[in-house]
């Protein structure tokens, strides 16, 4: 699979890309509020990331268990989150974002309350990771090294 997402990388380079924070913004996921940056969708992101599902897709299974996940301790939302992305939050429906952390829903919403000063960033690397409970990357397998020119 990480063949497959170096020639993606090759195709629509990730590293150095401008992106923009927009707002910040969480999901209830397993009892706990999932907060993120939610990131413009700009045509370069947009391109990297119809690259990356068409190169992961193959390797999409269904039937994962707890077990699959770091520290098998993954919740029902984990699991069904995995097995059902590329159909449910790819392509139209993917929403760019910078998962920030875990939190007591009432914390965030007191956070998301407050005016939000958008911001930009570069994508400084990137990499495959073997995710655990919330879908955190938890165990690098692969990190991407560009060609060096």
Do not use: C
């Given at each position: 699979m990480?063949?497959?997402?170096a020639?993606?990388?090759?195709?629509?380079?990730?590293?150095?890309?401008?992106?923009?924070?927009?707002?910040?913004?969480?999901?209830?996921?397993?009892?706990?509020?999932?907060?993120?940056?939610?990131?413009?969708?700009?045509?370069?992101?947009?391109?990297?990331?119809?690259?990356?599902?068409?190169?992961?897709?193959?390797?999409?299974?269904?039937?994962?268990?707890?077990?699959?996940?770091?520290?098998?301790?993954?919740?029902?939302?984990?699991i069904?989150w995995?097995?059902?992305?590329?159909?449910?939050?790819?392509?139209?429906?993917?929403?760019?974002h910078?998962?920030?952390?875990?939190?007591?829903?009432?914390?965030?919403?007191?956070?998301k309350?407050?005016?939000?000063?958008?911001?930009?960033?570069k994508?400084?690397?990137?990499?495959?990771?073997?995710?655990?409970?919330?879908?955190?990357?938890?165990?690098?397998?692969?990190?991407?090294?560009?060609?060096?020119?």
């Amino acid at each position: 699979m990480t063949g497959a997402v170096a020639k993606a990388y090759a195709a629509e380079a990730p590293i150095g890309l401008q992106l923009k924070a927009e707002s910040l913004d969480y999901v209830l996921w397993g009892g706990v509020a999932v907060t993120v940056f939610v990131v413009e969708r700009t045509p370069e992101l947009m391109r990297l990331h119809e690259k990356v599902i068409a190169a992961v897709e193959p390797f999409s299974v269904s039937g994962g268990t707890a077990a699959a996940f770091v520290g098998d301790d993954a919740n029902s939302d984990t699991i069904g989150w995995v097995e059902h992305f590329i159909p449910d939050s790819s392509g139209p429906k993917y929403i760019p974002h910078v998962t920030l952390g875990v939190a007591h829903e009432d914390f965030v919403k007191g956070i998301k309350a407050k005016p939000f000063d958008a911001f930009t960033f570069k994508v400084a690397g990137a990499a495959v990771y073997h995710l655990g409970n919330f879908g955190t990357a938890a165990k690098k397998l692969w990190q991407y090294q560009p060609a060096m020119k």
